[in-house]
């Protein structure tokens, strides 16, 4: 009798455990969205007067960070050439005539301004932005470095919503009192790379 008992304790245990049996299994999906970028070029913009900040505006549109270098050439007085952008005009002589290797150059300034953008990684401006306050040198100088304009900003996030932000590149050029009158040229390559950032 009291095997019975022990036996059909047994059976019960064993229906009891086959009710709750179950089996489940998750698979991890993914879609791979690939960066796009491209760089809408501005106007050229109107001649200034010497002391004047001009200012250049590039749209910048991808759905993802991107990080931005400046870069341009220029001459010195004798017409070698430099590494870095300046407001330059070659001389010329009594008779309207060019004169070989011989330029005068403005004192050049620079200035960075980013704006509607999500997000930036360390500030918005450099060179004091539209006061056009950093030297032309650093403007060009490699990104790893912390005076050039990436260095000090860092990269940016486009706008959530229009995929759009924007680079305000400020200009400007101080003449003194032996500088030839004249119209004085500067140019400044904008360089943007994709620089895509997908979280932890």
Known sequence: MKFQQIALTIALFAVSATGF??????????VD???TISVDSPV???IAAA???INVAWTVNSNNAFKYAFSGTSKDDAGADLKYPQFIKQDVDANGNLV???YDSLGTTFGVALS???SVQ??????????AAGEAKSLVADTSDVTSPYGTMGRVMTGDKTGKATINLFSKGIADATDQSGIYNSEVMLTVTAEEQLGG
Not at 21 to 30: P, V, Y
Not at 122 to 131: I, V
């Open 44 to 46: 050229d913009p109107a």
């Open 122 to 131: 360390s500030g918005d401006m450099w060179g004091n932005g539209k006061e």
């Open 116 to 118: 509607d953008y999500e």
């Open 33 to 35: 969205v690939d960066q």
């Open 51 to 53: 002391g004047e900040a």
């Open 21 to 30: 049996a179950a089996e489940s299994d998750t698979i991890k999906q993914s």
């Open 100 to 102: 070989a290797n011989n």
